[in-house]
């Protein structure tokens, strides 16, 4: 918890050790009721290394907002890292799923299935990759349409990815305002892991019906074939 709670005062001194923290916070899950003590002097207090570890966990999400108006490129990638982790953590899923590639942007980019078709919908309790990824959602709705801001944040976010939990929240933001990303975005509609994997093919078929007005004849013709 201290260590998490002390992460708001190293960002602006080595965001890059910020961003780990994130990273590593929410891949690990703790099972473990161990007894911790937490002092006190008439009554002592205790908790548990579960509670503990969530608690730092929930400190760092109400932080993340700040972390990414202040230091956007070490918090967007330790934030896509963490909710990568905590999507590949909500069913035990290995690390060592298997992992598919497309081109993205010129780059080789990661697709891993992660089951979130079936847990983040409407109407579920958020969990901690839910949490994390409606926080860097709205971090990219405030940036300006066509701003390099946004490109670098997209790109950021696409070479950091690897869980289709990513991929997908992409989809939505591109649905939500397709004027403003389609035209960084329209490649994830003719790469073969969005569009055939259960995570996001529903989602590609939103944003694909939001983007094809706007989209140029070259470009539908490569999501056709």
């Known amino acids: 918890y201290r260590l ?8 602006n001194e080595d965001p890059q050790l910020a961003a780990s923290v994130y990273a590593a916070t929410f891949t690990h899950v703790e099972r473990s009721d161990e ?16 509670q503990d570890f969530e608690t730092a966990q929930y400190v760092l999400i109400e932080d993340a907002p700040h972390f990414l108006r202040e230091q956007p490129a070490a918090a967007l990638r330790g934030l896509v890292q963490a909710a990568t982790g905590a999507a590949m953590a ?3 899923l290995e690390r060592e799923a298997p992992q598919q590639t497309f081109t993205f942007h010129d780059k080789q980019v990661c697709y891993r299935q992660d089951g979130s078709h079936f847990w983040d919908i409407a109407g579920t309790v958020q969990d901690n990759a839910q949490k994390i990824l409606d926080i860097i959602l709205a971090y990219l709705a405030e940036l300006p349409a066509g701003s390099a801001e946004l490109s670098e944040a997209i ?13 997908r929240g992409l989809l939505k933001a591109g649905a939500r305002d397709a004027k403003k990303n389609a035209p960084l975005l329209h490649e994830l509609l003719s790469a073969k892991p969005v569009i055939s994997n259960p995570e996001t093919v529903q989602e590609a078929a939103a944003f694909l019906a939001a983007a094809a007005p ?5 470009n539908l013709l490569k999501i056709e074939n």
């Open 35 to 50: 007894p911790t003590y937490m002092g006190g002097i008439v009554v002592a207090l205790t908790s548990n290394r579960r």
């Open 90 to 92: 909500h069913d035990d």
């Open 155 to 167: 790109d950021v976010m696409a070479e950091n990815a690897s869980s289709a939990l990513i991929w």
């Open 4 to 11: 998490a709670d002390a992460t708001k005062h190293l960002w």
């Open 214 to 218: 706007l989209l140029e004849d070259s």
